[in-house]
DNA sequence: CCATTTATATAAGTCGGTGATGTAATGGAG
DNA sequence: CTCCATTACATCACCGACTTATATAAATGG
């Protein structure tokens, strides 16, 4: 066996402890992940209903209604109705908000960056050249069956 | 300015994105991330102690005293006495803690694996390429101050 | 052998989550 | 238009997991 081959069951555990390691390191103490995770993805892609972002992170609805709430009362996000359907409110992200998503994405590539920084240059360079990559994994297509 | 190179930053919030994918999809109903975690990291590196575990996680000893008892309750680990220190506990997996992980192991492999056989062949060669960069990325070295 | 420190367990309280349910708006059938 | 089923969201009651503070037991230093 080439033992020097990594296989796809490698790169698995590995990204799941890349996931565990990014999870200890960029801990917030604020906000949790759920909650982190609607703003990004609000302030990336533009207004969204609640159920929208209660499927999206697998989260039930009265639980989402919350975060949204606490969310709001911070001044993250706003809600308005919907105005093509008066039983939907969309949330969108305020100016605080993405001032919040910005400064935080900026403290994440300096931690990153420094990590990156002690990484023989072999493995910096093939880091960078699986960006595009790793994105593409993340671009969920499970709506396909 | 070159707009094909990617740089640290936009490495970055792949990466937390990356994250967030896993977070969504590998989620576990009867387990939360952390127990996981813990489970994971006694099955790779061996026994530890209750305190130490509690400092990797960046959780409070109780609650990692409650984790570990859950895991016990579950039949996942099994807690000793270190026979060096009469204090400290020495939490380690059971054989039924280390088949749990081989099989959730497995089945992440297939899930990331079917995620992988969709991508173009040039990124699923950058992906197994920084295979051994990410796993780098992980071996945390937080010690040096 | 007593005092201090260390390792873990327990207790009380808080916070965030879920399922069940209520309310308001939409849309189709008659 | 009226009625009814469906949909979107909010509210309620409850539960589980985490936190701080504290107790217990063992090690360590005089």
């Known amino acids: 066996m080439e033992t020097d081959a990594p296989d796809v069951a490698e790169l698995a555990g590995v990204l799941e402890q890349v996931a565990s390691w990014l999870r200890r390191t960029l801990r917030n103490e604020e906000w949790n992940t759920v909650a982190l995770s609607v703003l990004d993805?609000?302030?990336r892609e533009g207004p969204r209903r609640v159920t929208e972002?209660?499927?999206l992170e697998r989260a039930s609805?009265?639980?989402m209604t919350g975060i949204v709430g606490r969310l709001q009362a911070a001044g993250l996000v706003g809600r308005a109705p919907d105005p093509t359907d008066g039983r939907a409110t969309l949330v969108a992200p305020t100016n605080a908000g993405r001032r919040?998503?910005?400064e935080r994405h900026a403290q994440r590539a300096v931690m990153v960056a420094d990590r990156i920084t002690t990484l023989p240059a072999d493995d910096r360079r093939a880091l960078l050249d699986a960006t595009r990559a790793l994105a593409a994994l993340t671009h969920t297509t499970e709506g396909a069956a």
Chains 1, 2 share one sequence.
């Open 53 to 55: 972002l209660a499927a």
């Open 61 to 63: 609805q009265p639980g």
């Open 41 to 43: 993805e609000l302030v």
């Open 100 to 102: 919040y998503i910005r």
